[in-house]
């Protein structure tokens, strides 16, 4: 249950759906992993902290379409 590991590996997928909302990546990754979603943003959150994703909201007004990206 590497919810983290997932995560980088979701990220790194060219055609992966890294879209903020939990019906996207965090349920991918929650899938992946095994886990809760809340450990997959845990996750998530662990990696912004170590500056290696960050969120692009890329103009958009909703944060559901707010994307997830490896910095």
């Known amino acids: ?19 903020f909302g939990p019906s996207y990546l965090v349920r991918d990754i929650a899938d992946r992993a ?6 997959a943003y845990e996750a998530l959150w662990g990696l912004v902290g170590e500056g290696l994703v960050y969120l692009d ?10 994307r997830w990206r490896g910095g």
């Open 1 to 19: 249950m590497d919810a983290r590991r997932h995560a980088l590996d979701l990220l790194a997928t060219p055609q992966g759906d890294t879209r």
């Open 57 to 66: 909201p890329d103009g958009q007004p909703g944060t559901d379409n707010w």
């Open 34 to 39: 095994g886990c809760l979603r809340h450990a």
